[in-house]
């Protein structure tokens, strides 16, 4: 059991704040309180109304015959192969994506970070894939990996000296759909990832750099001793924010397959099971738990980063 002195001595180290500090912190929450309110209230009444219609049997077409069944919508869901289905493939397209927007948008949030001229130029046209909207980059992909009208098939038939199948359906199956969808989120989304990067990167000392340089450090070790650890709090906003945005994925694979083959998603479950069977209940029960998923993976982020944001410094 921890003695009293060590107690009293662990409240003694923690900072305290100024006058100047507490008369911040209320003027804060002055100003932004009021809207703080309104949001909390605008986001809490859909998601508090969500739960309540989660607890019935409720058809839209038959509002009369709605009838109170507590938990069995989120029974019928946990036991549902088809859930899980969606579930996995929701997953796998929010692991492969977040890996690879972390790993090019390092990569490019470098070489921004190093060119002088001209920087804002080639910001400028790094941004360009996350300015387009997202419905009408799914159909440009849709349209460049269709047999009739795309041309990858043609590239590739190209690159591979005719070796590659002019004919080859990419939403034909299921990974050859996955690697479509994964590859235009990729491709829209790395961008946005650099940005937070860069910010990142912008916040490292140079001079511990240097210092590291001059120690002997290689390339690898400067990137992994120095510069990623001060980067914490940039890399956990945007894996944060992408493996969010990618778990409730619905566009792309709405526009390039429909949910066919096996590329169905958890929110393309509950726009099917909302709107198209206008089970309200169901669709209700899917949208909490996909809701709750969120609120599980943010903690997770939160907790294995062990990053303050609101501090001053990381």
């Known amino acids: 059991m921890e003695a009293p002195e060590s107690r009293s001595e662990a409240r003694e180290d923690k ?101 002088i001229i001209p920087r804002r130029t080639l910001r400028t046209i790094v941004l360009i894939p996350y300015a387009i909207i997202t419905v009408v980059s799914a159909f440009s992909w849709k349209y460049a990996a269709q047999v009739d009208t795309g041309f990858i098939n043609h590239w590739l038939h190209t690159l591979t000296f005719g070796a590659w199948d002019l004919n080859y359906d990419w939403f034909g199956g299921t990974w050859s759909s996955i690697f479509i969808i994964c590859l235009s989120e990729i491709w829209k989304t790395t ?3 650099s940005l937070l990067l860069l910010a ?31 980067m914490k709090a940039a890399i956990l906003v945007a894996a944060l924010f992408r493996t969010l945005d990618a778990f409730r994925i619905y566009d792309n694979p709405f526009i390039m397959t429909g949910g066919a083959n096996n590329t169905t998603t958890l ?15 169901m669709g209700s029960a899917l949208a909490v738990i996909l809701f709750i998923f969120v609120l599980i993976i943010a903690a997770i982020f939160i907790k294995g980063f062990k990053v303050d944001l609101t501090a001053g410094r990381s």
């Open 15 to 115: 900072p305290r704040l100024s006058d100047r500090a507490k008369a911040e912190r209320s003027l804060g929450w002055k100003l932004a309180g009021p809207a703080f309110v309104v949001m909390v209230l605008v986001t809490m009444y859909p998601i508090a109304y969500a739960v309540y219609l989660s607890l019935f049997n409720y058809r839209l077409t038959d509002p009369a015959g709605r009838k109170f069944v507590f938990l069995q919508n989120y029974v019928t869901a946990f036991t549902d192969s088809l859930f899980w289905k969606s579930f996995g493939v929701t997953v796998v397209i929010t692991i492969i994506t977040l890996f690879f927007e972390l790993i090019f948008g390092f990569l490019i949030a470098l070489v921004m970070n190093k060119v």
């Open 191 to 193: 961008p946005f990832v």
């Open 200 to 230: 990142g990167l912008a916040n490292v000392d140079s001079s511990l750099e240097e210092a590291a340089e001059v120690d002997g450090a290689t390339w690898w070790q400067r990137m992994t001793r120095v510069v990623l650890p001060n």
């Open 267 to 281: 929110s393309i479950l509950v726009a099917r099971e909302t709107i198209d069977r206008v089970e309200i209940g």
